[in-house]
């Protein structure tokens, strides 16, 4: 069974924290009318989608 393991304690506190805060501004309304609000609402879903990438990637072995 293939187990997921955090590898970086570091990048997960950082998405979750980056989850939190797009959670939040998703209640709080967006103006979606300019390219400006969509490209928000893209990096509202990009930058904790990386860092919860970077949390569980395999680390390369040495």
């Known amino acids: 069974m293939n187990e997921k393991k955090v590898q970086r304690k570091w ?7 980056l989850t939190l ?7 709080k309304g967006m103006d979606l009318s300019d390219s400006y609000g969509a ?7 990009v ?9 569980f990637k395999k680390k390369k072995e040495k």
């Open 11 to 17: 990048a997960l506190v950082v998405a979750v924290l």
């Open 39 to 45: 490209g928000s609402l893209v990096s509202l879903i």
């Open 21 to 27: 805060a797009a959670i939040n501004q998703l209640i």
């Open 47 to 55: 930058f904790p989608a990386l860092f919860y990438y970077l949390a």
